[in-house]
């Protein structure tokens, strides 16, 4: 799977909107990005994933840049229990078979209340 | 619904010991991932079952490690004779299977693995 680079952390306020990064400029025609986060003492939770066109869920949105080689992964009004490391992934469409999921180190979200 | 549920959620044991960990699946998912994460580390992949296919196991670390999946439901993952670098959290993750890159996977909390 092609690579991803994130900011190791930031940092926003409560009930403010929150823009995570995610840079992938070597990804391909049939890679997802996928984006998943991880609570303290929790499993990875599924946030979002997209192709090609922007993606909305009760959770985020996904806005994917047209060239691809970025996107940003946006908490409309955080909140306290948003705080977490987030990791953008890429996911090639391989057709067969599995290698699961890489994560890297991610973006380490800080709530302030 | 229910979500993916692992047990024990802490399991210590003694160095040269075998320990099972068990996963059970959300319902009607028919993919299945283990996966260890080391203390402040990524998430490493271990093994995907897939319905009635032969596993892709190219993520176990060594011939200590097995996993198993009865009924294309529950699933255990063994290590036997464990030792002090298997130390991690164990998890695991299970989705509608079909292409992968389309699929998110589901997990469960995980069970803290700690080797003495």
């Known amino acids: 799977d092609a690579k991803t680079t994130q900011p190791n952390s930031m940092e926003s306020n409560e009930e403010e909107p929150v823009h995570l990064p995610c840079n992938h400029s070597?990804?391909?025609?049939?890679?997802?990005i996928h984006w998943y986060r991880q609570l303290p003492s929790q499993g990875p939770e599924y946030v979002i994933h997209?192709?090609?066109s922007n993606v909305n869920n009760r959770m985020a949105s996904l806005a994917i840049a047209e060239d691809r080689k970025s996107s940003t992964l946006i908490l409309h009004r955080a909140t306290l229990r948003d705080a977490a490391v987030y990791y953008c992934?890429?996911?090639?469409?391989?057709?067969?078979?599995?290698?699961?999921?890489?994560f890297g180190k991610g973006t380490h979200l800080i709530i302030q209340p | 619904g229910a979500g993916v549920s692992q047990s024990p959620s802490n399991k210590v044991t003694e160095k040269g010991k075998d320990v099972e960990l068990r996963c059970d699946p959300i319902?009607?998912?028919?993919?299945l991932y283990w996966y260890r994460q080391s203390l402040g580390q990524g998430l490493e992949f271990l093994i995907y079952?897939?319905?009635?296919?032969?596993?892709?196991k190219s993520g176990l670390p060594s011939d200590r490690f097995s996993a198993e999946r009865t009924g294309g439901s529950v699933s255990t993952l063994t290590i036997q004779r464990t030792q002090q670098e298997d130390s991690a959290v164990y998890l695991c993750?299970?989705?509608?299977?079909?292409?992968?890159?389309?699929?998110?996977?589901?997990f469960g909390d995980g069970t803290r693995l700690s080797i003495l």
């Open positions: 319902s009607g998912h028919t993919a």
């Open positions: 079952f897939q319905g009635n296919s032969a596993p892709d």
């Open positions: 997209g192709l090609t």
């Open positions: 993750a299970s989705s509608l299977g079909g292409r992968i890159s389309n699929q998110p996977q589901h």
């Open positions: 992934i890429l996911k090639t469409n391989s057709g067969g078979g599995a290698d699961g999921l890489t």
């Open positions: 070597t990804i391909s025609g049939t890679d997802y």
